[in-house]
Protein backbone atom coordinates (compact mmCIF):
# COMPACT_ATOMS: atom_id res chain seq x y z
CA UNK A 1 0.00 0.00 0.00
CA UNK A 2 1.14 3.64 -0.78
CA UNK A 3 -0.23 6.25 2.25
CA UNK A 4 -0.27 10.06 1.29
CA UNK A 5 3.38 11.13 3.44
CA UNK A 6 3.49 14.35 5.16
CA UNK A 7 6.34 15.46 6.36
CA UNK A 8 7.45 13.38 9.65
CA UNK A 9 9.36 16.12 11.84
CA UNK A 10 10.88 19.15 11.75
CA UNK A 11 14.41 20.62 12.38
CA UNK A 12 14.61 23.85 14.13
CA UNK A 13 17.91 25.79 14.45
CA UNK A 14 18.33 27.42 17.82
CA UNK A 15 21.25 28.69 19.79
CA UNK A 16 23.24 25.79 17.81
CA UNK A 17 21.25 23.17 18.91
CA UNK A 18 18.61 21.17 17.00
CA UNK A 19 15.37 19.88 18.29
CA UNK A 20 12.68 17.78 16.52
CA UNK A 21 8.84 18.89 16.45
CA UNK A 22 6.15 16.05 17.13
CA UNK A 23 4.91 14.88 13.89
CA UNK A 24 1.31 15.70 12.05
CA UNK A 25 -1.40 13.45 12.49
CA UNK A 26 -1.58 11.48 9.61
CA UNK A 27 -4.91 9.39 7.80
CA UNK A 28 -5.82 7.32 4.98
CA UNK A 29 -6.87 9.47 1.89
CA UNK A 30 -8.28 6.55 -0.16
CA UNK A 31 -9.33 7.42 -3.64
CA UNK A 32 -13.22 7.18 -4.04
CA UNK A 33 -13.60 7.22 -7.20
CA UNK A 34 -11.41 4.66 -7.95
CA UNK A 35 -13.89 1.93 -6.53
CA UNK A 36 -15.80 1.04 -9.22
CA UNK A 37 -19.37 -0.21 -9.59
CA UNK A 38 -19.12 -2.43 -12.41
CA UNK A 39 -15.66 -3.84 -10.97
CA UNK A 40 -17.46 -5.32 -7.87
CA UNK A 41 -21.07 -5.90 -10.03
CA UNK A 42 -17.97 -8.58 -11.88
CA UNK A 43 -16.89 -9.72 -8.64
CA UNK A 44 -20.26 -10.85 -7.90
CA UNK A 45 -20.66 -12.88 -10.84
CA UNK A 46 -17.68 -14.42 -10.68
CA UNK A 47 -18.24 -15.30 -7.49
CA UNK A 48 -21.73 -16.83 -7.86
CA UNK A 49 -20.03 -18.76 -10.72
CA UNK A 50 -17.50 -20.02 -8.80
CA UNK A 51 -20.69 -21.12 -7.00
CA UNK A 52 -21.74 -20.96 -3.13
CA UNK A 53 -23.02 -22.81 -0.14
CA UNK A 54 -24.98 -23.57 3.19
CA UNK A 55 -22.86 -23.49 5.90
CA UNK A 56 -20.82 -26.66 6.92
CA UNK A 57 -21.47 -27.89 3.11
CA UNK A 58 -18.77 -29.07 0.81
CA UNK A 59 -19.77 -26.16 -1.84
CA UNK A 60 -19.63 -23.40 1.10
CA UNK A 61 -15.52 -25.31 1.71
CA UNK A 62 -15.38 -24.76 -1.83
CA UNK A 63 -16.58 -20.96 -1.95
CA UNK A 64 -13.69 -20.36 0.85
CA UNK A 65 -11.04 -21.72 -0.64
CA UNK A 66 -12.21 -19.22 -3.74
CA UNK A 67 -12.16 -16.73 -1.74
CA UNK A 68 -8.84 -16.88 -0.30
CA UNK A 69 -7.62 -17.34 -3.92
CA UNK A 70 -9.28 -14.31 -5.14
CA UNK A 71 -7.49 -12.34 -2.51
CA UNK A 72 -4.37 -13.56 -2.89
CA UNK A 73 -4.42 -13.00 -6.90
CA UNK A 74 -5.71 -9.75 -5.57
CA UNK A 75 -2.51 -9.16 -3.55
CA UNK A 76 -4.03 -9.55 -0.10
CA UNK A 77 -2.53 -12.04 2.56
CA UNK A 78 -5.69 -13.99 3.23
CA UNK A 79 -6.66 -17.11 5.95
CA UNK A 80 -9.13 -19.77 6.52
CA UNK A 81 -10.17 -20.18 10.54
CA UNK A 82 -11.50 -23.32 10.59
CA UNK A 83 -13.72 -24.04 13.78
CA UNK A 84 -16.44 -26.45 14.56
CA UNK A 85 -19.81 -25.51 16.48
CA UNK A 86 -22.80 -27.57 17.50
CA UNK A 87 -26.06 -26.25 15.31
CA UNK A 88 -29.47 -28.03 15.49
CA UNK A 89 -28.26 -29.68 12.30
CA UNK A 90 -25.55 -31.40 13.96
CA UNK A 91 -21.74 -30.63 14.38
CA UNK A 92 -20.86 -27.98 11.55
CA UNK A 93 -17.27 -26.96 10.40
CA UNK A 94 -17.35 -23.45 9.75
CA UNK A 95 -14.40 -21.31 7.86
CA UNK A 96 -13.95 -17.47 7.95
CA UNK A 97 -12.08 -15.96 5.48
CA UNK A 98 -9.68 -13.42 6.31
CA UNK A 99 -7.72 -10.73 4.26
CA UNK A 100 -5.64 -8.47 6.10
CA UNK A 101 -4.53 -4.49 4.20
CA UNK A 102 -1.22 -3.91 6.22
CA UNK A 103 -1.18 -0.55 8.29
CA UNK A 104 -1.03 -0.10 11.92
CA UNK A 105 -1.58 -3.08 14.03
CA UNK A 106 -2.44 -1.09 16.83
CA UNK A 107 -5.55 0.40 14.82
CA UNK A 108 -8.07 -1.81 13.07
CA UNK A 109 -11.11 -1.19 11.17
CA UNK A 110 -12.60 -4.44 9.48
CA UNK A 111 -15.36 -4.66 6.82
CA UNK A 112 -17.17 -8.28 6.69
CA UNK A 113 -19.82 -9.49 4.68
CA UNK A 114 -21.37 -12.95 4.89
CA UNK A 115 -20.57 -16.04 2.07
CA UNK A 116 -23.13 -18.84 2.53
CA UNK A 117 -26.40 -19.30 1.67
CA UNK A 118 -30.14 -20.01 3.57
CA UNK A 119 -30.39 -23.19 3.86
CA UNK A 120 -33.88 -25.00 2.74
CA UNK A 121 -34.64 -22.90 -0.52
CA UNK A 122 -34.81 -24.50 -4.09
CA UNK A 123 -33.09 -23.13 -6.59
CA UNK A 124 -31.70 -20.37 -4.31
CA UNK A 125 -28.38 -18.44 -5.79
CA UNK A 126 -27.95 -15.30 -3.46
CA UNK A 127 -27.05 -12.92 -5.52
CA UNK A 128 -27.94 -9.94 -3.65
CA UNK A 129 -27.92 -12.50 -0.44
CA UNK A 130 -24.54 -12.98 -0.10
CA UNK A 131 -23.14 -12.33 -3.47
CA UNK A 132 -23.13 -8.53 -3.19
CA UNK A 133 -21.04 -8.01 0.00
CA UNK A 134 -18.82 -10.73 -0.89
CA UNK A 135 -18.53 -9.05 -4.20
CA UNK A 136 -18.18 -5.76 -3.27
CA UNK A 137 -15.69 -6.17 -0.44
CA UNK A 138 -13.14 -8.12 -3.61
CA UNK A 139 -13.73 -5.15 -5.45
CA UNK A 140 -12.38 -2.74 -2.08
CA UNK A 141 -9.16 -4.56 -2.16
CA UNK A 142 -7.03 -3.22 -4.82
CA UNK A 143 -8.43 0.63 -3.77
CA UNK A 144 -7.30 -0.05 -0.21
CA UNK A 145 -3.87 -1.55 -1.25
CA UNK A 146 -3.13 1.26 -3.70
CA UNK A 147 -3.36 4.32 -0.70
CA UNK A 148 -2.03 4.19 2.37
CA UNK A 149 -1.53 6.76 5.33
CA UNK A 150 2.02 5.95 7.76
CA UNK A 151 0.18 5.35 11.32
CA UNK A 152 -2.66 4.03 9.48
CA UNK A 153 -5.80 1.61 10.41
CA UNK A 154 -4.79 -1.91 9.54
CA UNK A 155 -8.23 -3.05 7.09
CA UNK A 156 -9.62 -6.44 7.13
CA UNK A 157 -11.68 -7.79 4.76
CA UNK A 158 -14.14 -10.71 6.85
CA UNK A 159 -15.65 -13.08 5.10
CA UNK A 160 -18.01 -15.06 7.68
CA UNK A 161 -19.48 -18.31 7.26
CA UNK A 162 -22.44 -19.49 9.08
CA UNK A 163 -24.31 -16.28 9.15
CA UNK A 164 -27.80 -18.08 8.47
CA UNK A 165 -29.55 -20.38 10.38
CA UNK A 166 -30.91 -23.87 10.00
CA UNK A 167 -34.01 -23.48 11.89
CA UNK A 168 -33.96 -20.18 13.94
CA UNK A 169 -31.86 -17.73 15.14
CA UNK A 170 -30.22 -18.53 18.54
CA UNK A 171 -26.53 -19.16 20.73
CA UNK A 172 -26.66 -21.98 18.78
CA UNK A 173 -27.79 -21.92 15.39
CA UNK A 174 -26.96 -18.37 13.09
CA UNK A 175 -24.41 -15.91 13.66
CA UNK A 176 -21.76 -18.62 13.57
CA UNK A 177 -19.00 -16.81 12.11
CA UNK A 178 -19.25 -13.24 13.42
CA UNK A 179 -19.63 -14.62 17.04
CA UNK A 180 -16.73 -16.74 17.09
CA UNK A 181 -14.51 -13.75 15.49
CA UNK A 182 -15.82 -11.22 18.12
CA UNK A 183 -14.77 -13.84 20.51
CA UNK A 184 -11.30 -14.58 19.42
CA UNK A 185 -10.81 -10.92 19.46
CA UNK A 186 -11.59 -10.67 22.83
CA UNK A 187 -9.63 -13.59 23.74
CA UNK A 188 -6.40 -11.67 22.30
CA UNK A 189 -6.82 -8.46 23.84
CA UNK A 190 -8.09 -7.17 20.16
CA UNK A 191 -11.38 -5.37 21.10
CA UNK A 192 -9.51 -2.12 21.91
CA UNK A 193 -7.58 -1.80 18.38
CA UNK A 194 -10.73 -2.13 16.23
CA UNK A 195 -11.39 1.62 15.07
CA UNK A 196 -14.94 0.09 13.26
CA UNK A 197 -16.53 -3.03 12.13
CA UNK A 198 -18.60 -2.03 9.17
CA UNK A 199 -21.22 -5.19 7.68
CA UNK A 200 -22.54 -4.97 4.38
CA UNK A 201 -25.22 -7.07 3.45
CA UNK A 202 -27.91 -7.06 0.31
CA UNK A 203 -26.46 -4.00 -0.94
CA UNK A 204 -26.68 -4.73 -4.38
CA UNK A 205 -30.35 -4.36 -5.23
CA UNK A 206 -30.92 -1.99 -8.26
CA UNK A 207 -33.67 -0.24 -5.91
CA UNK A 208 -31.27 0.60 -3.53
CA UNK A 209 -32.85 1.77 0.38
CA UNK A 210 -30.19 1.30 2.73
CA UNK A 211 -32.25 0.92 5.92
CA UNK A 212 -29.68 0.95 8.85
CA UNK A 213 -30.79 -0.73 11.64
CA UNK A 214 -31.10 1.46 14.73
CA UNK A 215 -29.06 -1.38 16.83
CA UNK A 216 -25.76 0.46 14.78
CA UNK A 217 -23.24 2.32 16.71
CA UNK A 218 -24.25 5.84 16.65
CA UNK A 219 -21.06 7.79 15.66
CA UNK A 220 -21.02 4.86 12.72
CA UNK A 221 -24.61 5.65 11.93
CA UNK A 222 -23.55 9.32 11.64
CA UNK A 223 -20.58 8.96 9.76
CA UNK A 224 -22.87 7.04 6.97
CA UNK A 225 -24.65 9.88 6.81
CA UNK A 226 -22.33 12.67 6.70
CA UNK A 227 -20.26 10.35 3.90
CA UNK A 228 -23.27 9.76 1.92
CA UNK A 229 -24.58 14.09 2.40
CA UNK A 230 -21.11 14.73 0.79
CA UNK A 231 -21.37 12.05 -1.90
CA UNK A 232 -24.73 13.54 -3.30
CA UNK A 233 -26.36 10.17 -2.25
CA UNK A 234 -28.09 10.72 0.84
CA UNK A 235 -31.25 10.26 -0.66
CA UNK A 236 -30.67 6.05 -0.42
CA UNK A 237 -29.84 5.72 3.28
CA UNK A 238 -32.20 5.92 6.02
CA UNK A 239 -32.33 4.77 9.83
CA UNK A 240 -34.72 1.66 9.98
CA UNK A 241 -37.82 1.64 12.08
CA UNK A 242 -36.43 -1.73 14.10
CA UNK A 243 -33.58 -3.49 15.11
CA UNK A 244 -32.20 -6.29 12.81
CA UNK A 245 -30.10 -9.45 13.91
CA UNK A 246 -27.25 -9.77 11.42
CA UNK A 247 -23.51 -10.27 12.13
CA UNK A 248 -22.63 -7.12 13.37
CA UNK A 249 -24.48 -7.74 16.78
CA UNK A 250 -22.16 -10.11 17.65
CA UNK A 251 -19.46 -7.37 17.60
CA UNK A 252 -21.96 -4.53 19.58
CA UNK A 253 -22.07 -7.55 22.25
CA UNK A 254 -18.12 -7.13 22.64
CA UNK A 255 -17.79 -3.47 22.95
CA UNK A 256 -16.92 -2.88 19.43
CA UNK A 257 -18.33 0.15 17.23
CA UNK A 258 -20.46 -2.00 14.80
CA UNK A 259 -22.93 -0.75 11.56
CA UNK A 260 -24.37 -2.82 9.26
CA UNK A 261 -25.49 -1.73 5.76
CA UNK A 262 -28.14 -3.37 4.67
CA UNK A 263 -31.10 -3.17 2.28
CA UNK A 264 -33.78 -4.70 4.03
CA UNK A 265 -36.49 -3.87 1.04
CA UNK A 266 -35.52 -6.12 -1.43
CA UNK A 267 -38.28 -7.13 -3.61
CA UNK A 268 -40.70 -6.49 -6.22
CA UNK A 269 -42.16 -2.95 -5.22
CA UNK A 270 -41.71 -0.40 -2.35
CA UNK A 271 -41.55 -1.68 1.04
CA UNK A 272 -41.22 -5.04 0.10
CA UNK A 273 -38.51 -7.72 0.95
CA UNK A 274 -40.20 -10.74 -1.21
CA UNK A 275 -37.09 -11.22 -2.90
CA UNK A 276 -34.80 -12.41 0.30
CA UNK A 277 -34.17 -15.92 0.48
CA UNK A 278 -36.18 -17.02 -2.54
CA UNK A 279 -35.29 -18.62 -5.82
CA UNK A 280 -36.13 -14.93 -6.97
CA UNK A 281 -32.29 -13.36 -5.17
CA UNK A 282 -30.72 -13.48 -8.87
CA UNK A 283 -27.71 -11.25 -10.67
CA UNK A 284 -30.44 -9.72 -12.77
CA UNK A 285 -31.81 -7.43 -9.44
CA UNK A 286 -28.45 -6.47 -8.62
CA UNK A 287 -26.91 -2.79 -9.73
CA UNK A 288 -23.40 -1.75 -10.51
CA UNK A 289 -25.03 1.48 -9.27
CA UNK A 290 -25.68 0.58 -5.90
CA UNK A 291 -22.61 -1.17 -5.78
CA UNK A 292 -20.89 1.96 -6.49
CA UNK A 293 -23.04 4.02 -4.09
CA UNK A 294 -22.00 1.77 -1.43
CA UNK A 295 -18.25 1.27 -1.77
CA UNK A 296 -17.52 4.94 -2.09
CA UNK A 297 -19.67 5.66 0.77
CA UNK A 298 -17.48 3.34 3.02
CA UNK A 299 -14.14 4.95 1.74
CA UNK A 300 -15.48 8.50 2.40
CA UNK A 301 -16.35 6.93 5.82
CA UNK A 302 -12.64 5.36 6.24
CA UNK A 303 -10.92 8.90 5.38
CA UNK A 304 -12.94 10.56 8.34
CA UNK A 305 -12.24 8.15 10.70
CA UNK A 306 -9.75 9.64 13.57
CA UNK A 307 -6.40 10.03 12.30
CA UNK A 308 -3.32 8.03 13.75
CA UNK A 309 -0.11 10.11 14.90
CA UNK A 310 2.94 8.01 13.99
CA UNK A 311 3.70 8.15 17.89
CA UNK A 312 0.76 6.10 18.41
CA UNK A 313 1.80 3.29 16.07
CA UNK A 314 4.62 2.54 17.86
CA UNK A 315 6.95 4.28 14.82
CA UNK A 316 10.51 4.48 15.43
CA UNK A 317 10.94 8.85 16.10
CA UNK A 318 13.62 10.15 14.25
CA UNK A 319 16.16 12.44 15.54
CA UNK A 320 17.65 15.40 13.93
CA UNK A 321 21.15 16.13 13.27
Known sequence: ????????????????????????????????????????????????????????????????????????????QATIDEFSEATPAGNKAFRNVVGIIPGNKDRIVILGAHYDLKSGVDSFVGANDSGSGVGLLLAMAPVLESVSAVGGAEVWLVFLDGEECFVSYGQNDGLHGSRHLAKKLVAEGGVAKVQAFILVDMIGDKDLTVTIPRNSDPALMAAVFKAATEAGKRSFFSLCEYSILDDHQPFLDKGIPAIDLIDFQYGSAPRLNDYWHTANDTLDKLSANSLETIGQVILRMLNGLTPVTPADSGSPTQESF
Do not use: I, N
Open 1 to 76: MKWVLFPLFLVLVSCGQHKSLPPPALKPDYRVSDFKGSVAFSEVERFLTSGSGVAGSPAASKAADYLVGRLRELGV
